[in-house]
């Protein structure tokens, strides 16, 4: 729920700050979210304030990496293979790299770094995605959510009855959060007759949209700070911890 928070906020927070032309309040987020990923590389563990801080961040700033390249001129299939390719080179050095894709197996800066470069690329993947969903192939933002709703259990579905592995599954899960999370902020802040996106929305205005984001967005990570809901206390790891790790160390699931 989280997750789809993040990505929802990051695509009305975009929206509102680039369309506006709040260029200082780009600036002051941006300046923000430098401040929020040098206290997440400073945990030594899962936090879940710096965390999810951190992933809001890559949410707004992921999107208007892919904003920036549409409002640009190009072609938004063509922004969708070129955000596909990346996300698919990350995650092939990482794997080449560190043998490995497991959130589980996250125990070093290294590996930290590919997360969060993973993480990027694939806010900016679904971006593209979902823009072109909701605009090219014309579905519009409400057939999009229906779109992404269902193809987000697929995973699910295939990894319970065996026939997906458990890090693919996650992060086919975790790609496809951000258009699904996407469309449903379009939907509510995109005015009642959009004729570019098939449809339009419900005309709230991505500036309440981002407001009411946060202050739930705040209301869920206090709860997870507090109740840990999210945190193992010991998992079972199946590769070796480096040096200086307990291999009982506090991970997120």
């Known amino acids: 729920m989280v997750k789809l928070l993040t990505t929802a906020l990051g695509e009305s927070a975009s929206d509102y700050m680039l369309k506006g032309g709040h260029w200082i309040l780009i600036i002051l987020t941006l300046i923000a979210c430098i401040g929020v990923f040098v206290w997440q590389f400073r945990t030594s563990r899962y936090q879940a304030i710096p965390y999810w801080s951190a992933v809001a961040g890559v949410a707004v700033f992921g999107t208007i990496a892919a904003d920036a390249v549409v409002h640009a001129g190009v072609p938004i299939p063509v922004v969708a293979v ?109 005015p009642v007759h959009d004729d570019g996106y098939g449809g339009g929305g419900l005309g709230l205005g991505e500036g309440p949209v981002t407001l009411g984001g946060i202050a739930l967005f705040v209301v869920l990570v206090a709860y997870l700070a507090i109740k840990r809901p999210d945190v193992q206390e010991t998992i079972e790891v199946t590769e070796p911890s480096p040096p200086g790790l307990p291999s009982n160390a506090v991970r997120p699931r």
């Open 82 to 190: 070129a955000y596909a390719a990346v996300t698919a080179f990350v995650l092939t050095l990482w794997r080449r790299s560190e043998g490995t894709l497991s959130v589980h197996s996250i125990t070093t800066r290294r590996r930290e770094k590919f997360y969060w470069l993973t993480v990027m690329a694939t806010f900016s993947l679904g971006t593209a995605v979902g823009d072109l969903t909701a605009d090219t192939l014309g579905l519009g933002f409400l057939g999009s959510i229906v779109l992404f709703s269902i193809a987000i259990v697929i995973p699910w579905m295939l990894h319970r009855r065996g026939y997906l592995h458990p890090v693919a599954a996650f992060w086919a899960s975790y790609a496809l959060t951000r258009p699904l999370g996407a469309s449903v902020a379009d939907w509510l802040g995109k």
